[in-house]
Structures are given as C-alpha cells and as structure tokens.
C-alpha cells in the first residue's frame, strides 16, 4: 500500500491488516483499512493524503489511534471525493448555469467551470485534468444553480448511461477526469467475449438476489411553470390499471416542455425506479478475471437456475476485502436497494 502526499509524491510503502474498499460505477468508492501502532510510516497517514492499494485511489479523511488495540484505524474515500467539494455557480450576470449537449459535453464543462479552470481561482484544483470530449451519452439539457457538483454529475451520468471515472497518471502527478459507458459482456452478443456468472458454472459462491416494488412509480405527472388551468404539464410514462403508479413532480423552476419530460424521466429512474439488484460473492478461481474478462460499469449475464433466474445486468460497484489469509470479491449488478433515507413518498 502507498501513501503520497497531497502533491502526490510518494511517501512511503506499508502492508495494512486488513483491507476493505467499495468501488461503484457512479457514485463515489471508500476503504477502510488497519496498521500497526509500531509501524513508523502511520505518521504519513494524514487527512487528504493519497492512498494506493490493490483497485484503490482515494483521500484519507479520517483515522483513530487505540493503545487498547494497538492499530490506526483509517477511512478513505476514492477519488470522486473531490467532486464533493464544489457547488454549481452560475455565471456571472445569470440566474442559472444553462447547457445543452450530449451527457459527457456537460459533465465535462460542469468540472471544467467548478474545479479546473472556474472564474474564481481559489475554486481551482490544479490536480485535474479533463480527457478528451467524445460527446457519449444521451442529449442533456442542463440547467443548475447553486446545487451540489457531485449529486449534479450522478444525476447526468446516470441519464446517459455513464460511468464516473478518476485515475491517477503518476508520470505527470495528474488525477485524469473521464467517463465510461463500460463493455457488454452479455451472454447474448457477439462483439465481445461473453461473461457469466452461476453457482452452475462454478465460479460463485453465493448470490443474493432483491426484486421490489415497494417505492416504485411508473407514470410522472410533471408541472412546470404558471398558474391554475394555465400550468405546464407533462406526462411520462403509459401505464393503465392496476400497473399504473401515478406520482406528482412539482417542477416549477423549468420553463420548457423538453426539460419538463426529462425530469421526469431522471425521477422515475432514481427515486422511483424499481429494484432489481442481483449480488455474487465471486469465486476468484474461476475463468472470469476481473479487470482482465470484465471491469465495473460492464453488461454480463448473471443466472441462477434454482430460480429461473437469468439476466443481463451492468457490474455497478465492487466490494473488496483483503486480509492476511486473503481477499474475497463481491459484485453488485443492477442498482443497490434504497436506504432508508431515499425512499420517496
């Protein structure tokens, strides 16, 4: 494991007890992991300092030393944490930050005007840098103020189908920006080399597997601006009968037909979506490598005949845990169940 300074120079090397990390396709990762009191490098382990391990880049933003058990303790978040860190300003003399552009175009100027070259040099992390522009994803009609930068660009991701993507080029001591719309690895095409997991085929250990509609809606009655009979509505979604779910999206501060439905679509796939998460403890001895036969943000096919259950489902996150005896995989394919505290009403 690596430390480096906030510069990104290398400090030093050490070996944890224990190693935990989450990496998601979206959203932000985080790690956790132990050393020894009597190791002397715990004194590099400083807030916002790098950590390098294993599939892991991140920030330490928190630890705690105990003589009791004699280890520090460390928690990290990945790279995505920078994102955190700004707000949408609008530009000056406007109400709003307007865009209009495919998904990746307006993720990219979203980073480009908050955190590598905004109006107000302080907002500046000289660290990043943005790769190239090749206007992936959906058309995007973009309209923010004073929002979170991060809850902005998971929200545009997630409509265009892209990934958030923050590597470190140590040559050039950069942390590069980029998104990606992953690989299909289905069983059902013929472009790529085909993945599959199954307790069949040898190569998991568990599955576990969650279907619900508790929360879910699937027809958005969206209103925009004006008064009584005059105000704008949109209707997404067709539903009929027993299958409909009607919910009310109060969109007062869009002023166009066009951003009306794709509030409404952005609702109905986050905080109304239905849930479908499929998660594998991942046999490391099996065929498939990750990193090397698939990566996050990938499509495979997951089955489970007990179940007569087959599916295409994209790799959003990774939990990995590496110990002294050695590491387990897990993958979560299909979007993580709500918490508590996301269930809209």
């Known amino acids: 494991m690596w430390i480096l300074d906030s510069k990104l120079n290398l400090l030093c090397d050490m070996t944890p ?113 943005i790769a190239q522009d090749k206007t992936r994803g959906k058309e995007y009609n973009y309209e923010g103020r004073y929002s979170s930068l991060y809850n902005d660009l998971v929200k545009i991701a997630r409509y265009g189908d892209l990934g958030i993507v923050l590597d470190l080029n140590l040559s050039t001591k950069k942390i590069i920006f980029d998104v990606s719309p992953g690989m299909n690895h289905s069983a059902g095409q013929n472009e790529n080399k085909p993945v599959i997991f199954s307790i069949g085929y040898g190569n998991v250990a568990n599955q576990y597997l969650t279907e619900s509609n508790l929360f879910s809606k699937n027809l958005a009655i969206v209103a925009g601006q004006g008064e009584g009979v005059q105000r704008a509505i949109e209707i997404i979604g067709d539903e009929s009968g027993f299958s409909r779910k009607e919910v009310f ?46 990566n996050i943000g990938d499509i495979v096919t997951v089955q489970n005949k007990a179940w007569q259950t087959t599916q295409n489902k994209r790799v959003e996150a990774i939990v990995k845990n590496i110990i002294e005896e050695g590491e387990s995989l897990e993958i979560i394919l299909g979007q993580e169940p709500f918490s508590i505290n996301e269930v809209q009403y």
């Open 17 to 129: 007890k224990y190693f935990f990390m989450q990496k998601n396709w979206i959203k932000k990762g985080d790690a956790e992991f132990q050393v020894s009191l009597s190791n002397p490098n715990i004194v590099h382990l400083k807030k916002d300092y790098f950590v390098i391990h294993d599939d892991f880049i991140g920030f330490i933003l928190h630890r705690e030393l105990s003589t009791e058990n004699n280890v520090c303790k460390v928690k990290c978040k990945d790279l995505k944490e920078v994102l955190t860190r700004r707000i949408i300003i609008p530009p000056p003399g406007e109400t709003h930050l307007k865009i209009k552009a495919s998904a990746e175009s307006v993720i990219k100027k979203l980073v480009n005007d908050s955190l590598v070259n905004p109006l107000d040099e302080k907002r500046s992390y000289s660290l990043i840098e």
């Open 249 to 294: 999206i109060d969109a007062r501060d869009l002023n166009s037909a066009e951003k009306l439905r794709q509030r409404g679509v952005e609702k109905l796939e986050t905080d109304y979506r239905e849930v479908n998460s499929f998660e594998n403890q991942i046999l490391l001895t099996g065929p498939f490598k990750y990193k090397e036969h698939w």
